[in-house]
């Protein structure tokens, strides 16, 4: 299957601060790439889809302003935490879909989790 | 709007056993379904997909899922689980093209198999 990788996949901040995390495709082109929040024992929330070239779509009470995304190339999406703050604290996680066949499932990276303190 | 509901949130059982894991959607249009697996300390990685022709579905390591299009429901089942099995399954689905492939996961079922 496609390769989806993400960095960094765990980081640390002090509140205040901002926090940029990668998703990269490593072996495909990706026109779509989505971005989850998973926070403990419970499944993934969709924050925002982000197609390469324009702006991303954001979910209904994702904050576009502290949560910044960027859909530069097809094989790069950034997720930018804003001024961030200890519930901000969360795992997320980078997915991506597209190729030459593109067949909608989802190739997933690892992971960021992210400790605010 | 789209939705997945799981009607398990922990299952246990004992190596050999039979397993289903229950999935529902809400989504008056065509879809494409999925299961997603996440073994421990691994990322989410696909079991199985569903988008169109034969119902039932096989997917790697002897799963197989049966879309039942007048329940909404695309349920999960393993004949006979293994420790290996242990691992959280989510259900998802998107409505393909027409809805951007935007994916909508459900909560999420934790499987753990006695050895």
């Known amino acids: 299957g496609a390769v989806v990788s993400q960095h960094p996949s765990w980081v640390i901040c002090k509140s205040g601060t901002s926090v940029k995390i990668e998703c990269r495709s490593l072996?495909?082109?990706?026109?779509?790439m989505f971005w989850y929040r998973q926070f403990p024992k419970q499944s993934l929330m969709l924050m925002a889809t982000?197609?390469?070239?324009?702006?991303?779509?954001?979910e209904q009470g994702v904050e576009k302003d502290k949560f910044l995304i960027n859909h530069a190339s097809l094989t790069l999406s950034t997720l930018t935490v804003t001024s961030a703050h200890p519930e901000d604290s969360s795992f997320y996680i980078c997915?991506?879909?597209?190729?030459?066949?593109?067949?909608?499932?989802?190739?997933f990276g690892e992971g960021s989790r992210l400790t605010v303190l | 709007a789209q939705s997945v509901s799981q009607h398990n949130h922990h299952v246990i059982l004992s190596e050999a056993a039979s397993l289903e894991l229950g999935c529902n959607y809400s989504?008056?249009?065509?879809?494409?379904l999925f299961w997603y697996v996440q073994y421990p300390g691994q990322h989410l990685q696909l079991l199985l997909k569903?988008?169109?022709?034969?119902?039932l579905v096989k997917g790697i390591k002897g799963f197989e899922a049966e879309f039942i299009k007048s329940k909404f429901s695309f349920n999960l089942r393993k004949p006979s689980v293994q420790w290996s099995d242990t691992a959280e399954y989510f259900c998802?689905?998107?409505?393909?093209?027409?809805?951007?492939?935007?994916?909508?996961f459900g909560a999420g079922t934790r499987l753990f198999v006695k050895a």
């Open positions: 998802a689905v998107n409505a393909g093209r027409t809805g951007g492939f935007k994916t909508i």
């Open positions: 569903y988008f169109s022709g034969d119902p």
């Open positions: 989504y008056g249009g065509t879809v494409n």
């Open positions: 072996d495909f082109q990706a026109t779509t």
């Open positions: 997915s991506a879909q597209g190729g030459a066949r593109n067949t909608g499932e989802l190739f």
């Open positions: 982000s197609n390469e070239g324009s702006k991303a779509t954001y």
